[in-house]
């Protein structure tokens, strides 16, 4: 996948994308590190918190609440927004949201615009058609800085650069920015090197865009939480402001967002709150950007909320905490899943807004269903569960289609077998005397023919001489 294309659209099945990512051993140590302290930060920092089970019940209420009356709460988020100055676009996909940002800034003959960073505009690849319509997009959040300079794709939700160390960093920066020759790879050099460059870029660049955690359809409030503060700097001092999200973010009352001030922080960097949080309401003489716009896009999520067992996967505040408990992406990293959302949530979020077939069906499966997730999910989505509905989703198009697979028709052939105790029985005898030939120190350690796949990557212990059945009659003789 090209660097600046939309970043739902997957290229390449996982497991093909998941064995490149096996072989690089330094990306295994560095994503290895990076989520072990993440995982041992935010543990404590939740423990800290008597109610915490409260607050998740509290946020999935508000999150599964507004997802029923999606439509009035969008609505009165467009006249508040409307009231306090702002102005709303709705965009039905990607093209039309891309094709909205670009006309309001060729408008103002912009050739530069600033971003903090913004998972939406990576989902919608606004890079890329911004740089088609010349207009260079300045990323300023560092982790992106790093990925943007380096000419790469983010692998995680909050720390992009998380496959990145420091002396990768350090060769980027002195390949792409001013002023580093003589740079270290000590954090405070690299810090110092992307600041010095941010600044020029913040007292001259008259224009920005910004994602959003949310936006409350009482007051018109759109809300970023950040830890770095340049952020703050886009949101203040450009002239021209351009707010993307998705239309699952807008939560209805102010007073909701006391659940999620507590919930995100701890949940995705692990602090008790956030360093920066910065909320902008329309536009106000003499204070903040003079132009304000609200971007609401839909790119395939009228879809999800249409589909009952999946419409959880919109309660998603982004903290990232599924990603750095699971054991499939501590070991393949993001990029593996091939689209801006990796992890748990890319494994339910990139398949749905993927028309099938695609390469993102293979995305439900990569998962062991350990429910590890689910367990550290601040607002309460199933992850395991919605895997499932979508594999049986994909096994079903699949059966449609191709009648005569072989997996197919060896699963209809188990599944009679199963039904049915007197076949079950001698499908017993049979396999028990079948592999006889495949048994080497007690364990079958390969198979022949399509069935290799099953002893590829482990032994399987020999079926029993005697069925519990068998064993059950003989003892009550
Ligand atoms: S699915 Fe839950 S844990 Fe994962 S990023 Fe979204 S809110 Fe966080």
Redesign the pocket.
């Known amino acids: 996948m090209s660097v600046d294309s939309p970043g739902i659209i997957v290229e390449r099945a996982f497991p093909a994308a998941a064995r490149d990512a096996l072989r690089d051993s330094q990306l295994r140590r560095n994503i290895g590190k990076a989520t072990n302290t993440i995982r041992a930060k935010r543990k404590a920092v939740v423990a800290e918190m008597p109610d915490w089970q409260d607050l998740r019940d509290a946020g999935y209420a508000i999150k599964r609440d507004t997802l029923r009356h999606l439509d009035r709460h969008l609505l009165a988020l467009e006249a508040s927004v409307t009231a306090a100055g702002g102005t709303v676009h709705w965009a039905r996909d990607g093209e039309e949201a891309n094709r909205m940002v670009g006309d309001i800034l060729a408008g103002h003959q912009a050739k530069e615009v600033l971003k903090i960073k913004s998972l939406t505009t990576d989902e919608i690849g606004l890079n890329g058609a911004l740089s088609a319509r010349g207009i260079e997009p300045i990323e300023t959040d560092l982790a992106e800085v790093i990925v943007q300079k380096g000419h790469d794709r983010s692998s995680h939700?909050l720390v992009p650069a998380i496959h990145r160390n420091r002396a990768e960093i350090r060769e980027i920066f002195k390949r792409e920015l001013p002023d580093t020759e003589h740079l270290t790879d000590e954090p405070r050099d690299l810090a110092d090197a992307a600041r010095r460059y941010l600044r020029q870029k913040f007292l001259t660049v008259p224009y920005a865009i910004s994602g959003a955690n949310f936006a409350v359809a009482e007051t018109g409030s759109v809300a970023i939480f950040e830890s770095e503060g340049n952020g703050r700097m886009c949101l203040t001092l450009p002239r021209v402001l351009i707010s993307i999200m998705g239309i699952e973010k807008v939560i209805p009352r102010w007073a909701d967002m006391s659940a999620f001030l507590q919930l995100l922080p701890r949940?995705s960097t692990a602090e008790r709150m956030n360093p920066y949080n910065s909320v902008w309401s329309g536009t106000r003489a003499g204070e903040g950007p003079e132009e304000f716009h609200l971007v609401l896009l839909d790119n395939g999520r009228s879809d999800v909320l249409a589909d009952e067992p999946a419409r959880d996967t919109l309660?998603?505040?982004?903290?990232?905490?599924?990603?750095n408990i699971c054991p499939v992406y501590e070991r393949t990293g993001g990029r593996a899943y091939g689209s801006t959302y990796p992890?748990?949530?890319g494994a339910i979020l990139t398949p749905q807004m993927n028309a099938p077939p695609s390469p993102a069906d293979s995305l439900p499966f990569a998962s062991s269903l350990c429910g590890a997730?689910y367990e550290?999910?601040?607002?309460k989505?199933d992850?395991p569960r919605i895997l499932v509905h979508l594999r049986g989703k994909v096994v079903a198009a699949r059966g449609a289609k191709t009648a005569l697979d072989g997996e197919a028709l060896v699963m209809a052939a188990m599944a009679r077998v199963f039904e049915n105790p007197r076949l079950y029985a001698l499908a017993h005898k049979a396999a028990a005397i079948g592999q006889v030939p495949f048994i080497r120190d007690g364990a079958i350690k390969s198979l022949p023919g399509p069935l290799a796949g099953w002893t590829a990557m482990r032994d399987l212990t020999p079926i029993a001489k005697q069925s519990f059945r068998e064993w059950w009659k003989a003892r009550d003789r």
């Open positions: 939700i949940s309660n998603c505040i982004r903290c990232s905490a599924c990603l992890g748990p949530i997730c550290v999910c601040p607002v989505i992850i």
